[in-house]
């Protein structure tokens, strides 16, 4: 099973910075099968990045994602106060799916 | 516009089991793969297992594998998942969600709303 760590564990930051979160895996993860969520209190997660680097529908420019193997980001280039949430990245092997731990992103 | 309806909370006693489901209104249910999530109160995501209905075939967590059956009923566009010898642990909210692939990228698009199982004695 590859296991997805994620770091930092908190980011704090203030509206307009950048946030950059790194996921790794245990070994190397298919691109196409690399995808990042977005969860607030209370809600479902909501997909943010799918195959690694495409934007699903709805979701603002600010976010992007790249990587590729085993070391994959999710940037956020101008932080604004509705992007507090905790993220995380997901990856599907051999018919198993599995999670990172997630980072929580806070807004000064 | 798909949506994912789920059964309500549930409290349960430790030692019996739980059965939740999820209804597709707004598309045809059969040709995706679902996929059940739990999470624990302030924890993190955590995968349980998945069914393609049409291929009748389902994948289980390791960590849940004899414990779990995940189901499909085509002709009501409804999924299951029963959790059985329930412990304190699976006190969580647990979470469908569709399966989408997309050229060669797969994904989780739509989820549903949660479902609270409480396991109390």
């Known amino acids: 099973e590859i296991v997805l760590t994620q770091s930092p564990g908190t980011l704090s930051l203030s509206p307009g910075e950048r946030a950059t979160l790194s996921c790794r895996a245990t070994?190397?993860?298919?691109?196409?099968?690399l995808a990042w969520y977005q969860q607030k209190p209370g809600q479902a997660p909501r997909l943010v990045i799918y195959g690694a680097y495409k934007r699903a529908t709805g979701i603002p420019d600010r976010f992007s994602g790249s990587g590729s193997g085993t070391d994959f980001t999710l940037t956020i280039s101008r932080l604004e106060p509705e992007d507090s949430a905790v993220y995380y990245c997901q990856q599907y092997d051999r018919s198993l799916w599995t999670f990172g731990q997630g980072t929580k992103v806070e807004i000064k | 516009q798909v949506q994912l309806v789920q059964s309500g909370a549930e409290v349960k006693k430790p030692g019996s089991s739980v059965k939740v489901s999820c209804q597709a209104a707004g598309d045809t249910f059969s040709p995706y793969t679902f996929n059940w999530v739990r999470q624990a109160p302030g924890q993190g995501l955590e995968w349980v297992g998945r069914?393609?209905?049409?291929?009748?075939?389902?994948t289980y967590a390791q960590k849940f594998q004899g414990r779990v059956t995940i189901t499909a009923d085509e002709s009501t566009n409804t999924g299951y998942m029963e959790l059985r010898s329930l412990r304190s642990e699976d006190t969580a909210v647990y979470y469908c969600a569709r399966e989408w692939q997309q050229l060669v990228s797969l994904f989780f698009d739509y989820w549903g709303q949660g479902t609270l199982v409480t396991v109390s004695s």
């Open positions: 070994q190397s993860v298919s691109s196409g099968y």
């Open positions: 069914i393609s209905p049409r291929l009748r075939a389902t």
